[in-house]
Structure formats: structure tokens, C-alpha cells
């Protein structure tokens, strides 16, 4: 946490509190999260520019400066946010932008200090950094990327759609629910999938992350709040996580919850009815 969608919930609720303001004052309260950079050099670079528009790169956020003054770019990571309203706790403010709006003042909270700032000089440098650590993003991937990336590798799926650097954007939680979707085990190799399996795979990857992100995201603790301080919403109508030993909605299994090879400390929920390991392969008919 946050995955995809609750980035993609921080980005669409920054942008009207942000886009076109002028940052009059930046203050960075723990430098330990800047990359490359002292406090005093970010305030000083970033200080006094226009903000042009607010996007979103896998699980970053990605804040375009006018007039050629460069990135900020934000990896809120486990447990990094931004707040519009005054956090709950003043004791994990990391960053304070003061703007000229009527938000006068915008918070990045990160309780375990786990979360990067960093600064670009221009879109080239910062897509650099990316594609160093990233693969395409989950909304964005191709049938035959996806398809392409999975064949190179003989881990399981379900730890194969979480690793960045295959595709990005996709965590525990929206792992569960779109391999569900797709009627696959999560402990499948992934380059053993069928076409068709690819093809239901590649269609449950943006029909889940969209309906999560029209829900706000998920809340399942304190680490997840949206820029209001709500909490997402997804949880209450999802099918799989957190659901363990509950009745599967689509055939009445139980759901089971359990732990997989590559995903240490995370758990896994899946139907073993609706997501067999060894699905029935269809013959051949002449």
C-alpha cells in the first residue's frame, strides 16, 4: 500500500487543489526521504514555480513544474499521503507545500518514513529513473507485452503481476482480486498460461484497477486515508481479500486464505474451485 489505485486517487484529488498554484513556500521537514538532494536544495529549486500539471507513473506521483523548473516526483511507498486537510498526525508530516489557492497548504504524511522526494530537471531524467526500477503500467500494458513478459519467467503469477519491473502498479490486494477475475491460481506459472487465460488476464487487469480507483481505493488500516482523509472504499464489495473461509460469490466455496512461494508475509485469497492449479485442457476435436 498504496497500490495503483489509491496513487491514482491522491493524483485526481491533488489536481485541483494544485494544478496552476504557485508553490510560495516549500518546507521539508525530514530530509532522510529526499533522494540526491539536500532540504535546503529542494526548497531552493522548487520554491516560487508554477505547478503544471499533477500525473501519475505506476505507483508515483509525478508533479510537472512551469517555465523548465522540473519534476518532483513522490513515491508515497507502504504508507506515504497526501492530506488536504490538517493530518491527524502532525508528527508524521514529511512535506508542506504552500501554494497561492485556496488550499493554501498540502501535506505528505509517511508515518514509517519509508516513502521517496526526488527532483528532475526534465521528463527525460525522471523516465530514466523509472524504466530503471519499473516495466510498463498495469492500465497501460499491452496484451502481447503482458503476454511477452510473463513467458520469460517460472515464478507464479501471483508474485509475477506484484513485481514492479514486470509491469507497474499491481499489489496484494488487486493481485487477488484480478487473478479471481481471470479464473487463475495464483500459484500458476506464469509462463504457462493459455491464450485465453492471457486474454482474461489482460482484460481483469483495467476492470478491476478501474472499479478501485472509482471506489477511492482500499482502506483496510490507518495506512490509507484519501487526500480528504476517507477512507477508499473497494473493501466493502470486493470479491476475495480479507474474505477468507467466507462463501466465494461465485460458486459458494469456501475462500481460502494462505500463503505462497515468493510472496513472504502476504497473504493469499483464492477460490480453488473457480481458480483450479491444474485447469482441464480442452481436446482437440477433428
Given at each position: ?6 496513487v ?11 494544478g496552476?498554484?504557485?508553490l ?9 526521504l529526499l ?21 501519475r507513473?505506476g ?9 523548465r ?26 512535506l508542506i ?9 498540502i ?15 526534465g521528463?527525460?531524467?525522471a ?8 516495466g ?29 519491473k ?6 496484494n ?13 495464483p ?11 492471457l ?13 478501485a ?8 488500516d ?18 476475495m481479500?480479507g ?12 475462500i481460502e486464505?494462505?500463503k505462497?512461494?515468493?510472496l513472504?508475509?502476504r ?6 474451485r ?8 480442452r481436446?482437440k476435436?477433428r
Amino acid at each position: 500500500m498504496p497500490e495503483l489505485p489509491e496513487v491514482e486517487t491522491m493524483v485526481r484529488g491533488l489536481r485541483p487543489a494544485l494544478g496552476g498554484m504557485t508553490l510560495r513556500e516549500v518546507q521539508v521537514l525530514d530530509e532522510f526521504l529526499l533522494v540526491d538532494h539536500t532540504a535546503r536544495e529542494f526548497e531552493r529549486t522548487v520554491q516560487g514555480a508554477m505547478v503544471d500539471r499533477i500525473d501519475r507513473r505506476g505507483k508515483w506521483v509525478v508533479i510537472a513544474l512551469g517555465d523548465r523548473r522540473g519534476l518532483i516526483v513522490i513515491q508515497p511507498r507502504m504508507t506515504g499521503g497526501f492530506w488536504l486537510i490538517p493530518p491527524d498526525r502532525p508528527d508524521h508530516i514529511r512535506l508542506i507545500l504552500r501554494t497561492d489557492g485556496p488550499r493554501e497548504s498540502i501535506w505528505f504524511c509517511d508515518n514509517r518514513r519509508l516513502g521517496k522526494i526526488a527532483w528532475y530537471p526534465g521528463a527525460e531524467e525522471a523516465e530514466l529513473a523509472f524504466s530503471r526500477s519499473h516495466g510498463p503500467d498495469a492500465l497501460e500494458i499491452s496484451r502481447a507485452e503482458l503476454g511477452a513478459r510473463l513467458a520469460r519467467t517460472a515464478r507464479g503469477i501471483k508474485p509475477t503481476l506484484m513485481d514492479q519491473k514486470v509491469l507497474a502498479g499491481i499489489g496484494n490486494i488487486y493481485a487477488d482480486e484480478i487473478l479471481f477475475r481471470a479464473r487463475i491460481h495464483p500459484s500458476r506459472t506464469a509462463s504457462t498460461l493459455s491464450n485465453g487465460e492471457l486474454d482474461r488476464l489482460h482484460a481483469s487487469i483495467p476492470a478491476v484497477l478501474s472499479e478501485a480507483i472509482a471506489a477511492e481505493g482500499s482502506s483496510f488500516d490507518a495506512g490509507y486515508r484519501t487526500v480528504l482523509g476517507l477512507e477508499g472504499g473497494f473493501l466493502t464489495g470486493n470479491a476475495m481479500y480479507g474474505r477468507g473461509g467466507q462463501p466465494c460469490p461465485n460458486c459458494g466455496h469456501a475462500i481460502e486464505k494462505t500463503k505462497i512461494a515468493g510472496l513472504i508475509g502476504r497473504p493469499t485469497h483464492f477460490c480453488a474451485r473457480c481458480q483450479p492449479l491444474d485447469p482441464p485442457r480442452r481436446t482437440k476435436t477433428r
